[in-house]
């Protein structure tokens, strides 16, 4: 990705830009800048796709006077060209400003690809931004005296130092259990997203707003044969991979052994025999020893494409409070990435691909009885609980019965009071801390009636995409860390159009409780090794993780003495350092293959402490 900077108010054209794109890190192509009277902008450039070479990425339309800053991906090049009456080989910018003379605010849903863009118009003094259907591409922004001020990630508006740092509570509180929701929220108080879906329009005290894409729990296809939709979806993610990986230049794959990211590693070997360029550099995380450790897994792929294998090991990794100096909210996977990152730009590589994604569109299994009762579907949802399944297990009646009572007969206000009585709010947080939490999952509750469907697996899907919850919000943060090490971390699972295929298809089809992903791996019969394919055999990262935790125990366990969620009067200082011991304390003494509870809210509470640490 690109990283763009932004100022519209007055004395705009004396900023000092640089500080801001610092913060961006390295492996740009190009510097682009404009600058005229109440406005300034700069944009480090990473060209990933052929028509991006030699292009600037601010452009100034003549005859408007509109100013264009673009980081993205345009994959509808041809039908956009068509509709526009311009050339084929018209640059992405001629375009965009055409499309926005036609359309205005309509021209986002227009546009195919990952993109964040703003239009400025001096005329009106107004800016107008947008970015893509999932929010892939980062933009964010903030008011200051006179104006607004745009950046790629909020270091970068931070470093001018003239806006403010101050932790939001909410967010905060929102984060630690699990209710962050990254479309509308920044962890800065002062600091707003730019929703992804949707178009913002502000100048002075004006604000306009638009959504333009919601995934549709509705439109399912339940004519189409398994066959179908097993060369649908292959030839979706085929395109998906083949859209990202345009030019002559080697591409990365971070493999990890599973069937995700060996479905893209395999078809983007085939597109690399085609285009006659090296075939992929394959990257992987290994951890020696360990359930995680698929490394022979990944041997397998590299041999039946050609490729070298770049391993970083992961079993001694240390994750300390110290960490944090390139992201705002390090993990474990920080240290060992940024080698393959690393190692990825140093091979040439501009672009990597990922298999991330695919999991937070295809579902969870366990809610998949509920959305056999949800299409009332009494035949699935038994043959999801396994009552076809010998032998007999009262269980599975009880997993049936279950499902059909929240599904059918419990009234929802019902079952909304118990949801609420059974919240996991962390008895260290201070009543503040609470309220501010409740309100955060009352509102993701919200989110999920909102999108009106009546299978839990369908609401929650479709809502965790539309507000970026979990994973999405995890994946922006990885992609902003592969940024900084110079390459751009592209994720086909993700892409528009696989995305609305696996939300028509029956949920039978995305996993079952007998198989995760059925149809997935039929799609990729004969491309991926046949082990690979079938196996069954979840891979563990739970000792990978326990053993970077506990191997920076002190740390962990002293930084709530001097707790910075405390100054903000979110929890109660004692009582989260006696909590963070216990839990550090049975991650220490747990053995190896131990049960351990990796998502408990106090570790969530102790990266903010760390990211409050190094803020101050």
Same mark, same amino acid.
């Given at each position: 990705?690109?990283?763009?900077?932004?100022?519209?108010?007055?004395?705009?054209?004396?900023? /000092?830009?640089?500080?801001?794109?610092?913060?961006?890190?390295?492996?740009?192509?190009?510097?682009?800048?404009?600058?005229?009277?109440?406005?300034?902008?700069?944009?480090?450039?990473?060209?990933?796709?052929?028509?991006?070479?030699?292009?600037?990425?601010?452009?100034?339309?003549?005859?408007?006077?509109?100013?264009?800053?673009?980081? @993205?991906?345009?994959?509808?090049?041809?039908?956009?060209?068509?509709?526009?009456?311009?050339?084929?080989?018209?640059?992405?910018?001629?375009?965009?400003?055409?499309?926005?003379?036609?359309?205005? /605010?309509?021209?986002?849903?227009?546009?195919?690809?990952?993109?964040?863009?703003?239009?400025?118009?001096?005329?009106?003094?107004?800016?107008?931004?947008?970015?893509?259907?999932?929010?892939?591409?980062?933009?964010?922004?903030?008011?200051?005296?006179?104006?607004?001020?745009?950046?790629?990630?909020?270091?970068?508006?931070?470093?001018?130092?003239?806006?403010?740092?101050?932790?939001?509570?909410?967010?905060?509180?929102?984060?630690?259990?699990?209710?962050?929701?990254?479309?509308?929220?920044?962890?800065?108080?002062?600091?707003?997203?730019?929703?992804?879906?949707?178009?913002?329009?502000?100048?002075?005290?004006?604000?306009?707003?638009?959504?333009?894409?919601?995934?549709?729990?509705?439109?399912?296809?339940?004519?189409?044969?398994?066959?179908?939709?097993?060369?649908?979806?292959?030839?979706?993610? /085929?395109?998906?991979?083949?859209?990202?990986?345009?030019?002559?230049?080697?591409?990365?794959?971070?493999?990890?052994?599973?069937?995700?990211?060996?479905?893209?590693?395999?078809?983007?070997?085939?597109?690399?025999?085609?285009?006659?360029?090296?075939?992929?550099?394959?990257?992987?995380?290994?951890?020696?020893?360990?359930?995680?450790?698929?490394?022979?897994?990944?041997?397998?792929?590299?041999?039946?494409?050609?490729?070298?294998?770049?391993?970083?090991?992961?079993?001694?990794?240390?994750?300390?409070?110290?960490?944090?100096?390139?992201?705002?909210?390090?993990?474990?996977?920080?240290?060992?990435?940024?080698?393959?990152?690393?190692?990825?730009?140093?091979?040439?590589?501009?672009?990597?691909?990922?298999?991330?994604?695919?999991?937070?569109?295809?579902?969870?299994?366990?809610?998949?009885?509920?959305?056999?009762?949800?299409?009332?579907?009494?035949?699935?949802?038994?043959?999801?609980?396994?009552?076809?399944?010998?032998?007999?297990?009262?269980?599975?009646?009880?997993?049936?019965?279950?499902?059909?009572?929240?599904?059918?007969?419990?009234?929802?206000?019902?079952?909304?009071?118990?949801?609420? @009585?059974?919240?996991?709010?962390?008895?260290?947080?201070?009543?503040?801390?609470?309220?501010?939490?409740?309100?955060?999952?009352?509102?993701?509750?919200?989110?999920?009636?909102?999108?009106?469907?009546?299978?839990?697996?369908?609401?929650?899907?479709?809502?965790?995409?539309?507000?970026?919850?979990?994973?999405?919000?995890?994946?922006?943060?990885?992609?902003?860390?592969?940024?900084?090490?110079?390459?751009?971390?592209?994720?086909?699972?993700?892409?528009?159009?696989?995305?609305?295929?696996?939300?028509?298809?029956?949920?039978?089809?995305?996993?079952?409780?007998?198989?995760? =992903?059925?149809?997935?791996?039929?799609?990729?019969? @004969? =491309?991926?090794?046949?082990?690979?394919?079938?196996?069954?055999?979840?891979?563990?990262?739970?000792?990978?993780?326990?053993?970077?935790?506990?191997?920076?125990?002190?740390?962990?366990?002293?930084?709530? =003495?001097?707790?910075?969620?405390?100054?903000?009067?979110?929890?109660?200082?004692?009582?989260?350092?006696?909590?963070?011991?216990?839990?550090?304390?049975?991650?220490?003494?747990?053995?190896?293959? @131990?049960?351990?509870?990796?998502?408990?809210?106090?570790?969530?509470?102790?990266?903010?402490?760390?990211?409050?640490?190094?803020?101050?």
């Amino acid at each position: 990705m690109s990283f763009l900077v932004v100022a519209a108010h007055p004395g705009a054209e004396h900023l /000092d830009l640089e500080p801001m794109l610092r913060v961006g890190g390295r492996g740009w192509d190009a510097i682009d800048s404009h600058r005229q009277p109440g406005f300034s902008c700069a944009i480090a450039a990473r060209w990933t796709v052929p028509e991006d070479e030699g292009q600037s990425a601010v452009v100034v339309d003549p005859d408007s006077g509109r100013i264009l800053v673009w980081d @993205g991906r345009l994959d509808d090049r041809a039908a956009l060209s068509t509709a526009l009456e311009l050339d084929s080989t018209a640059s992405t910018p001629a375009l965009l400003l055409r499309g926005f003379r036609k359309w205005g /605010d309509d021209l986002p849903r227009r546009l195919l690809g990952d993109f964040a863009f703003l239009i400025f118009d001096p005329f009106a003094n107004v800016i107008f931004a947008a970015r893509d259907r999932l929010g892939i591409r980062p933009l964010v922004y903030t008011r200051v005296a006179g104006g607004l001020r745009f950046a790629s990630e909020e270091r970068a508006l931070l470093a001018m130092r003239d806006v403010s740092a101050a932790a939001d509570e909410a967010s905060a509180a929102r984060f630690i259990v699990y209710a962050f929701a990254a479309r509308k929220n920044t962890l800065y108080e002062r600091i707003k997203p730019v929703p992804h879906g949707s178009w913002l329009e502000v100048g002075g005290a004006r604000e306009r707003s638009g959504v333009y894409y919601r995934p549709d729990p509705w439109k399912i296809d339940e004519r189409s044969s398994d066959k179908d939709f097993a060369a649908q979806l292959r030839e979706a993610v /085929d395109l998906a991979v083949a859209c990202r990986t345009r030019g002559s230049r080697l591409v990365g794959v971070m493999a990890s052994g599973g069937l995700d990211s060996s479905a893209i590693a395999v078809l983007l070997g085939e597109h690399s025999q085609r285009a006659q360029r090296p075939p992929p550099l394959l990257l992987h995380l290994r951890c020696a020893g360990f359930g995680c450790d698929e490394l022979r897994l990944v041997e397998q792929v590299a041999t039946k494409i050609g490729s070298r294998v770049v391993v970083a090991e992961g079993a001694e990794r240390v994750f300390s409070p110290d960490d944090g100096q390139e992201i705002d909210l390090p993990d474990t996977w920080t240290g060992p990435y940024g080698e393959l990152y690393e190692a990825a730009a140093a091979a040439g590589c501009r672009v990597v691909l990922t298999g991330e994604g695919s999991d937070e569109v295809q579902g969870w299994h366990g809610s998949e009885v509920e959305d056999a009762f949800g299409r009332r579907s009494l035949t699935d949802a038994a043959r999801f609980s396994g009552l076809f399944d010998e032998p007999a297990d009262l269980g599975r009646w009880r997993r049936f019965t279950t499902a059909g009572l929240r599904s059918w007969v419990l009234p929802r206000s019902f079952l909304e009071r118990r949801a609420r @009585g059974r919240r996991d709010i962390p008895a260290w947080l201070t009543p503040k801390g609470r309220a501010l939490a409740d309100a955060g999952l009352d509102e993701l509750a919200e989110h999920d009636r909102e999108v009106g469907h009546p299978s839990r697996l369908r609401r929650a899907i479709c809502s965790s995409l539309l507000w970026s919850t979990s994973l999405t919000w995890s994946y922006s943060n990885v992609r902003r860390f592969a940024s900084r090490h110079g390459v751009d971390l592209a994720l086909p699972f993700l892409d528009a159009r696989v995305v609305d295929l696996l939300l028509t298809m029956p949920a039978r089809l995305r996993t079952s409780f007998d198989m995760i =992903k059925p149809l997935q791996r039929r799609a990729f019969e @004969g =491309k991926i090794p046949v082990g690979l394919l079938w196996n069954q055999q979840s891979a563990d990262y739970t000792e990978f993780h326990r053993r970077a935790w506990v191997a920076a125990f002190d740390g962990w366990v002293n930084l709530p =003495k001097t707790s910075r969620l405390a100054d903000l009067g979110l929890v109660d200082k004692g009582a989260l350092a006696a909590e963070a011991a216990r839990v550090m304390g049975e991650w220490s003494a747990t053995p190896p293959g @131990g049960r351990l509870n990796l998502r408990a809210p106090v570790i969530n509470a102790l990266q903010l402490e760390a990211w409050l640490s190094h803020l101050h």
